[in-house]
Structure formats: structure tokens, C-alpha cells
């Protein structure tokens, strides 16, 4: 690849980066369904700027899928590199320093929503294929990038179309660079996504909103009701109250156990500059590994019902709702774990109460095996440039798409060049750029030696 690339391109690759971040793709608000258009759009024109005969914008019942293909290199292996364009609400407003959606550097870290998670990621690829051009605009190997916009927020586009035409998925590999190092220095690949299971837990206990005065201390309180289940749900301890829900797990093998005994870890630095917070809470039998990694969870991400406005309303109110999730592992079941929770609410539910569960999205957990030779061709890479091979860990979060990515046999390589302090979904999110230049050359180079030690697709997909 082009060694001087970074150095040379830098102000403009800041600036076409900071261009794609100021668009606020946010997809699960309807309001912004025109703002992630144009971020399909912005891909699409990219795409086609870097020589890609084939680029498409694919539509469906929710927001588009990006698809090109790169010039065909006889040949050569055929890698599959899959990213999202849409990103997380970026509420609340108050606590970001900068405009969530105008990218402001501060001591060499860029900050806005969707730096790290993931449009920064995928810029990176698209900046890393770039440098890998020759002086034909033909790249070392095929490559086929398949970019979706309703990763945050469980749409069925891109599961559509790959179940459609699973022909997309005819790889040698396929790259999803979502992920962050496990530290400053310590590249990684992951063996494992949780699954996700997103509802909402709706309570009516009146047919109306009534007087607290006048019925107060005889009405039954939905708000009230739903705090109540809600804690049924979920001990003090952090053990989850869902019937069956832990029988399934799989926990992880010995040899899991014993590597990740061997990573770095500080527990204060993480629970001061990752948790933020006084203490770490669940299961304490635990490690903190296995507590996010390898074991279920059961979050309140929010609650609505009553009166939340300025000044007073004395209202009992007769409905409440709360958005709810389980991050599922392996052995579990996004419709297994989804009918566990619909007949915990309903059995914890009190008689007079009419609790509802309406299951919104999720997925099932990734297992994945790591020793494919694509890997060894990622290692040397990053051990090119960082001085170190990446080590094996799994992640507490989730990519829907993952399992569909493998639908034609190949093998999916969970990486990325964030930091655990990136704060993902969090005010003030950010991407430190000394990542963001060594990825380019990474990734690059990952290109570079996969077309030389990866092989020939036995029947490459044809052009679109």
C-alpha cells in the first residue's frame, strides 16, 4: 500500500470524514429518515468515487442498503466488508461539550455521534481500500461492501435481502470493523456477540388518569405497578427473574477462562474511567469478564408515564410503560428468551393490573471460530504495525446482521480500531485519530497480504 497516504491525505481525509458525521442519521426517529438517506447517499457517491463500477442503493420496507463491488481482479480472493451508516439518538443534548453533529478535534480525538460506532470505522476501510489502489484504480483483491442503516435500531432490510439473494455473501471472508482494541496497545478479534432481545413492559391498572387527591390511597397506580414489576424482575443481587432464562447458557470453555485471566486489567481505571460510577454491580460470583461477556443481562433503559412536564399535576396515572432489554449468550434465543419474558411479566403481573409485552427487535448470539487463516493474515497486520497480534475476547454487545454475513460460508472477522473510552451511545462520543491513521494502514495492509494468502473464490459472485 501507499505508506505516505495518511500523512499526505490527512486534512482531507479529516475533512470528508467530519463532512459524513455532520449528517444526523439517526434511525430510529422517523424525523431523521431524510438525514439517513443522504448518509446512504454520501456512500454511494464515495463508492462510486473510488472507482467502484458497480454501486447501488438498495431500498426496502425501512432504510436503504448500500451495495458496491469493487473492479473485478481475477484471481484474487473475494472479501466481504459489511459497516452502518446509521447511528444512536444522541440525547441527552445537554451533556456534549460540542454539537453531537458538528465534529469538533480536541487534543487529537474526534468528537461527535457515530465517530467510533460506526461510521469513523467505516470510513477507515473505505480510506484503507483507497490507499490499496493501484495507478489503474484497481484494488489487490475483490471486494464487495455491503453498508446498512438500521443497525441501532432493528430493521430487517439487510436481513431481507441477504435472505433473498444469499449470493451477496459468496466470500473468501467478511470483515466487520464495529469493534473497539480491548486497550490502548492491545488490538482484538472477537470469538462472540451477545444476542439482544428490546420490548416494551406495559402497565394499565385504570381506565383513566384520576385526582390524586380525590383517589389517592385507593387507586391503583400504574406507574407504581410497573416499578414494582419491573424490580420482580431483576433481584438486588443482579439474578435475573425470568423462569428457564439461565438453563440454557453455555458458559464459556476453560481454555476462554484462562485467556482472559491473562489480560490486563485495573479494575479502579475501569471502574473510573469506563463504568464511571462508584461501584460494579450483579452477579459478584462473577468476574467482571464473565458478567459482561458471557452471561445474560436484563436493563431499564427507560420509563414514561404521568406527568414529567414543569411545575406540579397531581395525576395518578393509569398507564406507565418501560423500554426493556436482555443481551442474550450463547445457547439462548432471540424467540426462545422473547416467550420467557412475555410469561415472567405476565405471571409477576398483579391480578388487577393489565401488563403487555410488545418485543420491538432483537437477535440471536455469534459464536465464531477464529481458526480460519484469515485471521493469522489479520494478526500479521496488526502485528505489523501496533507490534502486537490481537487477542481473543468476546463483546457484551451485538450486530444483528452477523450470523447473515456467514450465509455463504465465509468466515466473519469481528475487529475494530476504537478504545473502550470511545463512550458508544454515550454524550461526548469519540474516536481518538492516532486509531483512525493506524487502522487505514492496518486494514490496508490486511488487504494487501489476504489477496496474497487468502486464495482464490472457488466461484466469486458476479458483478451485480
Not at 25 to 51: F, K, Y
Request: one cysteine or more; proline letters at 8%.
Amino acid at each position: 500500500m501507499d505508506t505516505s497516504f495518511v500523512a499526505r491525505e490527512q486534512s482531507r481525509l479529516l475533512g470528508e470524514l467530519s463532512g459524513f458525521l455532520s449528517i444526523p442519521s439517526v434511525s430510529a426517529l422517523p424525523a431523521h429518515a431524510g438525514d439517513c438517506r443522504r448518509a446512504a447517499e454520501w456512500l454511494r457517491d464515495e463508492l462510486a468515487g473510488l472507482g467502484c463500477p458497480v454501486v447501488q442503493i438498495i431500498e426496502g420496507n425501512g432504510h436503504p442498503v448500500v451495495w458496491a463491488e469493487s473492479p473485478p481482479v481475477p484471481g484474487r480472493p473475494t472479501l466481504l466488508i459489511y459497516g452502518h451508516y446509521d447511528v444512536q439518538p444522541p440525547d441527552p443534548l445537554d451533556e456534549w461539550i460540542s454539537p453531537p453533529f458538528e465534529p469538533t478535534v480536541r487534543e487529537g480525538r474526534l468528537y461527535a455521534r457515530g465517530a467510533a460506532d460506526d461510521k469513523g470505522q467505516v470510513f477507515c476501510l473505505l480510506k484503507a481500500y483507497e490507499a490499496t489502489l493501484d495507478a489503474t484504480r484497481r484494488p489487490p483483491l475483490n471486494v464487495r461492501f455491503i453498508f446498512e442503516g438500521e443497525e441501532e435500531s432493528g430493521g430487517h432490510v439487510i436481513e431481507d435481502l441477504l435472505h433473498a439473494e444469499p449470493e451477496r455473501t459468496r466470500a473468501d471472508a467478511a470483515l466487520v470493523c464495529d469493534m473497539s482494541y480491548y486497550a490502548p496497545g492491545w488490538p482484538a478479534v472477537y470469538t462472540a456477540l451477545r444476542g439482544l432481545c428490546y420490548a416494551e413492559i406495559t402497565v394499565r391498572t385504570l381506565q383513566r388518569d384520576l385526582h390524586s387527591g380525590t383517589y389517592g390511597g385507593v387507586a391503583p397506580n400504574a406507574l407504581e405497578t410497573l416499578v414494582r414489576l419491573l424490580a420482580r424482575l431483576k433481584d438486588a443481587d443482579g439474578e435475573i427473574q425470568v423462569p428457564k432464562l439461565y438453563k440454557a447458557v453455555e458458559p464459556p470453555s476453560k481454555a476462554e477462562l484462562k485467556g482472559w485471566k491473562q489480560l490486563p486489567f485495573d479494575k479502579a481505571a475501569y471502574l473510573r474511567d469506563e463504568v464511571t460510577a462508584q461501584v460494579l454491580t450483579g452477579l459478584r460470583e462473577y468476574s467482571v469478564f464473565e458478567r459482561v461477556w458471557a452471561l445474560p443481562t436484563f436493563e431499564i433503559h427507560g420509563i414514561k408515564g404521568g406527568f414529567v412536564g414543569e411545575g406540579a399535576k397531581t395525576v395518578i396515572p393509569a398507564q406507565a410503560m418501560a423500554k426493556v432489554s436482555l443481551r442474550l449468550v450463547p445457547g439462548q434465543s432471540y424467540a426462545k428468551v422473547g416467550k420467557q419474558l412475555e410469561r415472567a411479566v405476565a405471571s409477576l403481573a398483579p391480578r388487577w393490573a393489565d401488563a403487555q409485552v410488545r418485543l420491538l427487535h432483537g437477535g440471536d448470539p455469534v459464536q465464531v471460530d477464529v481458526d480460519h487463516p484469515a485471521f493469522a493474515v489479520l494478526d500479521e497486520a496488526f502485528a505489523t504495525v501496533t507490534g502486537r497480534t490481537a487477542v481473543r475476547i468476546r463483546a457484551g454487545g451485538s450486530i444483528p446482521v452477523v450470523p447473515d454475513l456467514g450465509l455463504g460460508g465465509a468466515p466473519v472477522l469481528l475487529t475494530g480500531i476504537g478504545l473502550p473510552d470511545d463512550g458508544l451511545h454515550s454524550p461526548n462520543e469519540k474516536l481518538d485519530l492516532a486509531q483512525l491513521w493506524s487502522g487505514i494502514e492496518i486494514f490496508g495492509r490486511f488487504f494487501e497480504q489476504f489477496a496474497e494468502q487468502g486464495g482464490a473464490a472457488s466461484s466469486p459472485p458476479p458483478p451485480a
